[in-house]
């Protein structure tokens, strides 16, 4: 007997009669806890990916918070505990000197078109979780599917284990890690070296994002490799794309209502981590693109990190924080975010900090008195760590507020009117600028190519979206925003000829849109159990 007639057999007879994708969504709600929804949606993927897909793209708003931020950080904080099967690669320390060969056991081989590879080592803002990062790679790589459609078997999650130096970590019994610290710089650099090089021979089409590498190592690598591999850090470039476009919307409105120029915005980052500073430095072209020099725009950004202000004059300043270091401050530390606030007088504060209810009601309430409409964006990750609540500043600045969340908040009622909140994550560009450099086949990510990534995603609101006063568009129209991110992506890989795709450049935008919208893989659509 066939294996098909053999379960043809077990299914009830009425079975047909009745939707599946009704049923799977019916058991999904009947779980409470938000793992449990994880561990079922990924037990679903492995049984029926298409009808994962399916529901998935129906159902984003209710699903992505689960297989994204917030729920997959309790994934990766829970992952040894929680783990069912092989999901994803891991290479390990131990496989320096024979990485190729571990990559080749990758099942897709030279069909993989884009990884995701973290080293666990700054998941979110939980902090080193080692082994147990590679949820976050497989997350990703999700939104790739259902926000860009990029085909599921041609996505690569990694995790490089190369130990942990959480101590419990390393004691849990059922940790499924390397049981070791973290190397030191040379060791990680042979080893990522190797790797990187292994990666383009044994995949020699595909995109690298790195993810949620601590701050040191991310933007080392980035410098490292981004000249000489497809390769982009999601955290810095991705971020920065994507609160580039926030803001742009952002200090439009705030400037209207004030009925000040937009030379005239001040944004305070709480946090200068890779994050942090890679915003920063995104948020430089906001002001060189209303005509001011980097000089004038790099004096309109102050930075703030555990410390305080960062001043030029402090000992010991790591590497990434000097470009931002200010040379005009001479009092004492201020080491105080209200005291800096009123130094500085922003009109927007972004928080990426990983302290959550850093923003506490001084902190908003300032603000909305220093703004007609203040911008305030808490961007760290997961809820559990957002610098300020949607309702507690929607509640202190008396609706006055400009805000965007890194996780996502539910619309807010306020004194009889509903506030919409954003979700300034990187998810709205990294699956636009994947397929953007997929398929004009770029040699690199370049930073003209993130930039207009940035602005094409500012452009994408609708009237009506502009209307309610949304920064970011809505994230049901993600795979129209990611195809429009993509022809810009192209567009500027054209500009900066690093493509080797060279097809493209005589479709007009319309027609490349439509080719990148024929592009974009569906679901197989069946309502039936597979056999
Ligand atoms: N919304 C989004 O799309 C994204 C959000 N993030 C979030 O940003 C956060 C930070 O990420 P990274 O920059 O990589 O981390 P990081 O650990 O390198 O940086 C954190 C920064 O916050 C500062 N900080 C910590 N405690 C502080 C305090 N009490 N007062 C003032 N500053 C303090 C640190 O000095 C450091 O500069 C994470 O929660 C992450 O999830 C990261 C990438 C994208
Ligand atoms: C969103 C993201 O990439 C992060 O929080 O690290
Ligand atoms: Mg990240």
């Not at 459609?149 to 999650?157: E, F, V």
């Not at 980035?222 to 609160?243: A, E, K, M, P, W």
């Given at each position: 007997?066939?294996?098909?007639?053999?379960?043809?057999?077990?299914?009830?007879?009425?079975?047909?009669?009745?939707?599946?994708?009704?049923?799977?969504?019916?058991?999904?709600?009947?779980?409470?806890?938000?793992?449990?929804?994880?561990?079922?949606?990924?037990?679903?993927?492995?049984?029926?990916?298409?009808?994962?897909?399916?529901?998935?793209?129906?159902?984003?708003?209710?699903?992505?918070?689960?297989?994204?931020?917030?729920?997959?950080?309790?994934?990766?904080?829970?992952?040894?505990?929680?783990?069912?099967?092989?999901?994803?690669?891991?290479?390990?320390?131990?496989?320096?000197?024979?990485?190729?060969?571990?990559?080749?056991?990758?099942?897709?081989?030279?069909?993989?078109r884009i990884?995701?590879?973290?080293?666990?080592?700054?998941?979110?803002?939980?902090?080193?979780?080692?082994?147990?990062?590679?949820?976050?790679?497989?997350?990703?790589?999700?939104l790739y599917v259902?926000g860009a459609g990029i085909k599921?078997?041609t996505t690569?999650?990694?995790?490089?284990?190369?130990?942990?130096?959480?101590?419990?970590?390393?004691?849990?019994?059922?940790?499924?890690?390397?049981?070791?610290?973290?190397?030191?710089?040379?060791?990680?650099?042979?080893?990522?070296?190797?790797?990187?090089?292994?990666?383009?021979?044994?995949?020699?089409q595909l995109l690298v994002q790195?993810?949620?590498?601590?701050?040191?190592?991310?933007?080392?690598?980035?410098?490292?490799?981004r000249?000489?591999?497809r390769v982009f850090?999601d955290?810095?470039q991705g971020?920065g794309s994507v609160?580039?476009s926030?803001?742009?919307?952002?200090?439009?409105?705030?400037?209207?209502?004030?009925?000040?120029?937009?030379?005239?915005?001040?944004?305070?980052?709480?946090?200068?981590?890779?994050?942090?500073?890679?915003?920063?430095?995104?948020?430089?072209?906001?002001?060189?693109?209303?005509?001011?020099?980097?000089?004038?725009?790099?004096?309109?950004?102050?930075?703030?990190?555990?410390?305080?202000?960062?001043?030029?004059?402090?000992?010991?300043?790591?590497?990434?924080?000097?470009?931002?270091?200010?040379?005009?401050?001479?009092?004492?530390?201020?080491?105080?975010?209200?005291?800096?606030?009123?130094?500085?007088?922003?009109?927007?504060?972004?928080?990426?900090?990983?302290?959550?209810?850093?923003?506490?009601?001084?902190?908003?309430?300032?603000?909305?008195?220093?703004?007609?409409?203040?911008?305030?964006?808490?961007?760290?990750?997961?809820?559990?760590?957002?610098?300020?609540?949607?309702?507690?500043?929607?509640?202190?600045?008396?609706?006055?507020?400009?805000?965007?969340?890194?996780?996502?908040?539910?619309?807010?009622?306020?004194?009889?009117?509903?506030?919409?909140?954003?979700?300034?994550?990187n998810m709205y560009v990294f699956p636009g600028i994947g397929m953007g450099a997929i398929l004009s086949k770029a040699r690199h990510v370049t930073d003209s190519m993130v930039e207009q990534a940035s602005i094409a995603l500012a452009s994408s609101?609708?009237?009506?979206?502009?209307?309610?006063?949304?920064?970011?568009?809505?994230?049901?129209?993600i795979r129209d925003i990611s195809a429009q991110v993509a022809l810009a992506v192209i567009r500027a890989a054209q500009k900066d000829n690093v493509d080797e795709n060279s097809l493209f450049r005589?479709l007009?935008d319309?027609a490349l849109l439509e080719y990148i919208k024929a592009k974009q893989w569906?679901?197989?659509?069946?309502?039936?159990?597979?056999?």
């Amino acid at each position: 007997m066939s294996l098909a007639i053999h379960n043809a057999a077990r299914i009830p007879p009425y079975l047909f009669n009745t939707d599946h994708a009704q049923r799977v969504l019916a058991q999904l709600r009947s779980k409470h806890n938000g793992l449990e929804k994880y561990i079922y949606l990924n037990g679903l993927k492995e049984r029926d990916p298409n009808l994962f897909y399916e529901l998935l793209l129906a159902n984003m708003l209710e699903m992505v918070p689960i297989l994204y931020t917030p729920t997959v950080g309790d994934a990766c904080s829970n992952y040894s505990h929680i783990w069912r099967r092989p999901e994803g690669l891991y290479v390990t320390i131990e496989n320096k000197g024979h990485i190729r060969e571990v990559l080749r056991t990758w099942p897709a081989g030279q069909a993989a078109r884009i990884a995701v590879v973290t080293d666990g080592s700054r998941i979110l803002g939980l902090g080193d979780l080692g082994a147990n990062g590679l949820p976050i790679s497989i997350g990703k790589l999700d939104l790739y599917v259902a926000g860009a459609g990029i085909k599921p078997t041609t996505t690569l999650p990694i995790c490089l284990d190369l130990g942990t130096n959480t101590q419990r970590f390393l004691e849990d019994p059922l940790y499924i890690g390397v049981r070791r610290k973290r190397p030191a710089t040379a060791e990680m650099d042979e080893f990522m070296h190797e790797f990187m090089e292994a990666m383009r021979e044994v995949f020699p089409q595909l995109l690298v994002q790195f993810e949620d590498f601590s701050t040191d190592n991310a933007f080392r690598y980035l410098d490292l490799f981004r000249n000489q591999y497809r390769v982009f850090n999601d955290d810095i470039q991705g971020t920065g794309s994507v609160i580039l476009s926030g803001f742009l919307n952002a200090a439009r409105i705030a400037s209207e209502a004030a009925g000040t120029p937009l030379t005239e915005h001040r944004i305070l980052f709480f946090g200068a981590g890779s994050a942090g500073i890679g915003v920063a430095k995104q948020l430089l072209s906001f002001f060189t693109l209303q005509g001011m020099s980097v000089e004038e725009a790099k004096k309109r950004i102050y930075t703030v990190d555990s410390k305080g202000l960062i001043t030029a004059d402090r000992k010991g300043l790591q590497e990434h924080k000097i470009f931002f270091a200010r040379t005009d401050y001479q009092g004492p530390p201020l080491t105080n975010l209200v005291d800096v606030i009123n130094y500085v007088k922003p009109t927007a504060l972004l928080g990426l900090s990983t302290v959550r209810n850093a923003f506490p009601e001084e902190v908003v309430r300032l603000m909305a008195s220093l703004n007609t409409r203040p911008i305030i964006f808490p961007l760290s990750n997961p809820v559990s760590l957002c610098e300020v609540d949607y309702a507690d500043a929607i509640k202190w600045t008396n609706g006055s507020v400009i805000f965007a969340s890194g996780s996502p908040y539910k619309p807010v009622e306020y004194e009889g009117k509903t506030y919409e909140p954003g979700q300034g994550n990187n998810m709205y560009v990294f699956p636009g600028i994947g397929m953007g450099a997929i398929l004009s086949k770029a040699r690199h990510v370049t930073d003209s190519m993130v930039e207009q990534a940035s602005i094409a995603l500012a452009s994408s609101l609708t009237p009506e979206e502009k209307a309610a006063g949304l920064v970011y568009p809505r994230l049901v129209r993600i795979r129209d925003i990611s195809a429009q991110v993509a022809l810009a992506v192209i567009r500027a890989a054209q500009k900066d000829n690093v493509d080797e795709n060279s097809l493209f450049r005589n479709l007009s935008d319309d027609a490349l849109l439509e080719y990148i919208k024929a592009k974009q893989w569906q679901p197989a659509s069946s309502h039936l159990p597979r056999l």
